[in-house]
DNA sequence: TTCTAATGTGTAAAAAGTACATATTTCCCT
DNA sequence: AGGGAAATATGTACTTTTTACACATTAGAA
């Protein structure tokens, strides 16, 4: 449950026998980043007493003053001091177990971001990026979470201009070549990777090379400004909705 | 908030100022069928008075005993009598001010079932089918909620075998097409239809023929039993998380 | 200067998608 | 019983996309 709960047990008390609304909600963030050519998600110790040895996913009770999106970008943006980045809501938990505290269902949302320009605001709980591909367990059913998250994350990383929010504003194809990999855990033909990219018409050549690498440059891209969407696509809030 | 929020108005008064659990949770179900050759989905006019002249989804609040799917799959089957159905959830509803008598968010779900298999439990609400491309509005944010479904459902059905759902047991491929033409609001070519539908190999040649029509009878066909998937692809309940 | 390691590029074959026309079968009507 | 209407069933040429695959070039490092 993360902090913001700081609810007095007595009043927790005074509305456990209430129907429909004793139901907490929550976000939780699969905030990817890549980082020596490994895709790694910002994950930090739980601080529940039965998961004393696992690291969970970032997440907290959603206020009643904001909506999911809100919350999930506050999440973010307190915990890497990043303000411009790509959101999306991915599934909503709603495993009537799935918190031992309570009942708690929580909206999860994947997050991409350029390890280079973040800051973590380091706290005592091991806040830390680990390598997804090794992890084999988290707290809460947070891995399930992360699966979930990562199944979406491939799903859309071929069709849409994405995953250039995990890279910095110039890189190499053979950078782009070597995420698409490590997203997608497969090795990609280098010439047909080109073609393919090439076809989709996302990049500018910026005439310039790759500086400080131990072997011939290679050329620097960047993506058309036209396709960087790093706010989440669905409106935050939608309209009030219209009487007749 | 529909039925099932029988809350006596002191116990809400009671707990309004809290923080964290005045939250409450309901689900939405855009449940889709085929029928006249049109894409409809199942309406009830709003109980509340601010929406007194318009329609909405079916949905309730979540119990605190039910997890998501089943409170999604408890309303399809209140409302249509049917067992074994389709569902799968979509999105997430959470602004602030999007239902008018409170914080309430809402998980959306579309399910898709044959008409001919179901009786609706008709009730004085004007329960009733309503062709897809007619909505122009509905109460909440229900129209949002329905062009969401709509589209997720368009993303899925050249990909998934999901659109058999909406026929009979036995169909003909003309049948098939016009429900692909349905919900993709376009028109294909027979052939290079047929072509397509070959190659991934979802239908078995029933070796019958169609009756009582008016014109020289198509050839039935049958999905293969392997393909169908009529309850939702994610698990309804994850594992309990096991402590290390 | 030579070696190494990576960049950069093209072509042929296979698969998938698109555009398009004619013969056949059944029903229905006279 | 025959003829017309309406839908079924089917194939081919063209284009686009995907896949498999090899060699010359460049810059850094020794």
Redesign the interface.
């Known amino acids: 449950m993360a902090k913001?709960?700081n609810?007095k047990t007595a009043?927790?008390e005074?509305?456990s026998h209430?129907?429909?609304?004793?139901?907490?909600?929550s976000v939780d963030c699969v905030i990817f980043c890549y980082e020596e050519k490994e895709l790694k998600v910002l994950v930090i110790k739980s601080d529940l007493e039965?998961?004393s040895?696992?690291y969970s996913l970032l997440g907290d009770?959603?206020?009643?003053?904001?909506?999911?999106?809100t919350a999930s970008y506050r999440i973010l943006q307190e915990r890497t001091g990043m303000e411009d980045v790509y959101l999306e809501?991915v599934?909503?938990?709603?495993?009537?177990?799935?918190h031992?505290s309570g009942?708690v269902?929580t909206?999860a949302y994947y997050s991409l971001i350029d390890a280079k320009h973040q800051k973590l605001r380091l706290t005592n709980n091991d806040l830390h990026w680990h390598p997804v591909r090794n992890i084999k367990?988290l707290?809460?059913?947070h891995k399930?979470i992360l699966d979930?998250c990562l199944g979406r994350l491939r799903e859309q990383v071929m069709e849409h201009p994405v995953i250039f929010n995990l890279l910095p504003e110039k890189f190499s194809l053979r950078e782009l070549q070597e995420l698409y990999e490590a997203i997608l855990s497969v090795s990609l033909d280098r010439r047909n990777f080109r073609k393919k990219i090439g076809i989709k018409d996302w990049l500018v050549d910026l005439n310039e090379m790759e500086e400080d690498v131990p072997h011939r440059p290679g050329k620097l891209y960047k993506l058309k400004p036209e396709f960087k969407r790093k706010t989440p696509r669905?409106k935050s809030?939608?309209?009030?909705?219209?009487?007749?």
Chains 1, 2 share one sequence.
Do not use: C, M, W
């Open positions: 913001g709960a609810l009043e927790l005074k509305i209430l129907d429909y609304f004793n139901i907490a909600v039965e998961f040895n696992l009770l959603v206020r009643p003053d904001e909506d999911l999106d809501q599934h909503t938990f709603g495993s009537i177990d799935r031992p009942r269902i909206t367990k707290a809460f059913d399930a979930t669905r809030s939608s309209p009030r909705p219209q009487v007749a």
